[in-house]
């Protein structure tokens, strides 16, 4: 109010018009991505159905086991993009996805009377998709290598996995208390699971995707200690 008894007012005003264009295109990239993600796994179930229905129908137990490996391996992604369909990012929180994983495969691999503990040691912590799903593939092969081979006419069992991370490498050992290499080692592999397409989908996923190195050697106290040293590929691309 000025000397003459006159109001004056600054009034400002911006045009958010463009701003919450962006922010609608946001949420809608979002939505879109956690609905493909809920649709792959979806697709990927019905293959895994499919498998099963397959495995069920086939004389040949050979056929039979290779099919139940098929299935394990195609219910492994799904899982995966199950917990990516629940976040709006491309990443998920590795130690959830993982426990129901291992969980899955301890159960898909084990006879009827047998019982498999499985202890976790650390975090993996949040992960990009582009690790998560390599990454389980590996660690489910290997429960189910120490399952089917370690603990073959065993009741019962212990699995232990150790996690480490150190700036952009990730570490990792599995260890169990089962029969150990004896001779099945070959060439620093051991005890692949079926044909050795489970050791071969260890090697080629920590060795190509993610630069790192698998060592087998032979547990303290009997058993087998796998180590993985890895450097995830989202550490490798900065």
């Known amino acids: ?28 990239k979002d939505a879109t991505i956690s609905e493909i993600h809920h649709r792959v ?7 895994s159905a499919l498998l099963r229905l397959q495995a069920r129908k086939t004389k040949s137990e050979e056929v039979k086991k290779e099919l139940k490996e098929a299935q394990r391996r195609v219910q492994t992604i799904a899982m995966v993009h199950e917990g990516l369909s629940q976040t709006a ?32 040691i650390g975090r993996f912590g949040m ?10 593939l590996v660690l489910t092969e290997l429960i189910t290598n120490s399952v089917e081979h370690g603990f073959e006419g065993r009741k019962e069992g212990h699995i232990t996995i150790s996690v ?9 050992v599995v260890e169990d208390d089962g ?16 044909s050795g397409l489970g050791t071969q ?21 009997g058993g087998t200690r796998v180590v993985l040293d890895m450097k995830p590929r989202a550490a490798q691309e900065r």
């Not at 159960?107 to 499985?118: F, S, V, W, Y």
């Open 1 to 28: 109010m000025d000397a003459n008894g006159r109001v004056g007012a600054v009034v400002l005003c911006r045009d958010v018009t463009e701003l919450r264009r962006r922010e609608k295109e946001l949420q809608t």
């Open 41 to 47: 796994k979806n697709n990927l179930q019905a293959v």
């Open 89 to 120: 990012d491309e990443i998920v929180d590795y130690d959830k996805v993982i426990s129901s994983l291992l969980k899955m495969a301890v159960d898909l691999a084990t006879m009827r009377d047998q019982h498999i503990d499985i202890d976790f």
């Open 127 to 136: 992960m990009p998709a582009q690790d998560a799903t390599p990454l389980s």
């Open 164 to 172: 480490g991370r150190g700036g952009n490498n990730l570490n990792v």
């Open 179 to 194: 029969t150990g290499l004896a001779n099945e080692e070959h060439d620093g592999m051991a005890r692949s699971s079926g």
């Open 201 to 221: 989908i260890i090697s080629t996923f920590v060795n190509n995707d993610f630069g790192g190195t698998v060592r087998w050697e032979p547990r303290r106290g």
